[in-house]
C-alpha cells in the first residue's frame, strides 16, 4: 500500500471535509471563554473596536464567531487557498479578511491588513501550534506579539496535560460520524491506529482514516498521517520568557 499523504493534503484538498469534522464545538461558547481568560469585561460596543487575529484559520469558525456574533474586526491566515475559499463561501467572511500565506513567515509579509500593535487577541487553536517546529513556533509567538497592542493577548490551544503524562499511548481510536447536508454521511477515526513517538524529539505521527458514504452507498476512504509536535505548557513559557514584550499569564482550561 503506499504511504499515506501529509494531513495537509485534508486541509488543501478536502477543506469541506475538516469543516464538517471540525464544527464539533461550541465557538460562541469559546469566545466567551477566551474573553474571560484574558480579563476583558468589554462593553458590546468595546468589542465591535477590537481586531482578531486567528492563525492557521482553517475554515475560519471563530473568525466567523467573532466578526457576526460579536462585531468584531477579524483577520484569518491559514496556508490553504480551499479553506479561503470555504470561509468566504461559507462563512462570509470577506475575501481580504483571509491571507493566504505560510506561518511563521507570513506575517512578516506586511500585509496592509498586518498592522503593528493593532491585534487585541491573537488565536492558535486546535493544537495548531504543533504545525511547526521548535524553531518556527519561536519565530511565531515572536512575529505575534510585535502585532498585538500593548495589553493584548495571544491564546494557544494545547493537547490535554494527562493525555501527555501517558505520553499518547493511551489515546483510544476516536471515531466519530457526521452526517453531510446532501445525505451522504463521514466517519473519521483520529487516531485510526497506534501513536508513534519520533524521539527524541516532540514529534508524533498519527495515521487518521476518513471514510465519505454517499447516498447510494459508495465509500471513499481517504488515508493520512498527522505529523505533530507535541508541545507542552512548559515549553510555551520557555519560548515566552526569552521575548521580551510578553509575558505568561497562566494555563487555563477553557471550559
Ligand atoms: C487543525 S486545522 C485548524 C483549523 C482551525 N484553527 C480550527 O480550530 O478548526 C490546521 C490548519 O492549519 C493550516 N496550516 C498548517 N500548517 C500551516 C502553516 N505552516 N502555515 C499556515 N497554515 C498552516 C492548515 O492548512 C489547516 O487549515
Known amino acids: 500500500m503506499p504511504a499515506a499523504p501529509d494531513i495537509q ?7 469541506h471535509l475538516y469543516d464538517r469534522l471540525a464544527c464539533d464545538r461550541d465557538f460562541s461558547a469559546e469566545a466567551v471563554a477566551i474573553r474571560r481568560m484574558s480579563g476583558r469585561s468589554s462593553t458590546p460596543e468595546e468589542i465591535q473596536q477590537e481586531r ?9 469558525w471563530h473568525s466567523a464567531c467573532w466578526k457576526h456574533q460579536f462585531k468584531a474586526e477579524v483577520v484569518a491566515v491559514d496556508s490553504s487557498p480551499g479553506m479561503r475559499d470555504l470561509a468566504v463561501s461559507r462563512k462570509r467572511l470577506d475575501f481580504n479578511e483571509y491571507i493566504v500565506g505560510r506561518l511563521p513567515s507570513v506575517l512578516a509579509s506586511h500585509n496592509p491588513k498586518l498592522t503593528l500593535g493593532s491585534f487585541d487577541i491573537a488565536l492558535i487553536l486546535r493544537y ?4 511547526l517546529s521548535d524553531m518556527e513556533l519561536f519565530e511565531l509567538i515572536s512575529l505575534t506579539s510585535r502585532l498585538i497592542k500593548i495589553g493584548g493577548h ?6 490535554d496535560p494527562r493525555m501527555l503524562a501517558s505520553d499518547l499511548e493511551s489515546l483510544p481510536i476516536r471515531k466519530r460520524t457526521f452526517a453531510m447536508q446532501d445525505g451522504s454521511s463521514l466517519s473519521c477515526k483520529w487516531p485510526s491506529g497506534p501513536i508513534r513517538w519520533l524521539r527524541p524529539s516532540k514529534l508524533v505521527e498519527m495515521p487518521v482514516i476518513i471514510e465519505h458514504t454517499t447516498r447510494d452507498g459508495r465509500v471513499r476512504q481517504l488515508r493520512y498521517v498527522s505529523r505533530e509536535y507535541v508541545y507542552r505548557l512548559d515549553d510555551i513559557q520557555d519560548m515566552i520568557r526569552q521575548i521580551s514584550n510578553l509575558h505568561w499569564i497562566n494555563g487555563k482550561y477553557l471550559h
Do not use: K, M, N, R
Open 9 to 15: 493534503a485534508l486541509y488543501d484538498l478536502e477543506p
Open 52 to 60: 482578531i487575529l486567528e492563525l492557521f484559520a482553517g475554515p475560519a
Open 128 to 131: 495548531s501550534s504543533g504545525y
Open 154 to 159: 495571544i491564546v494557544l490551544e494545547l493537547h
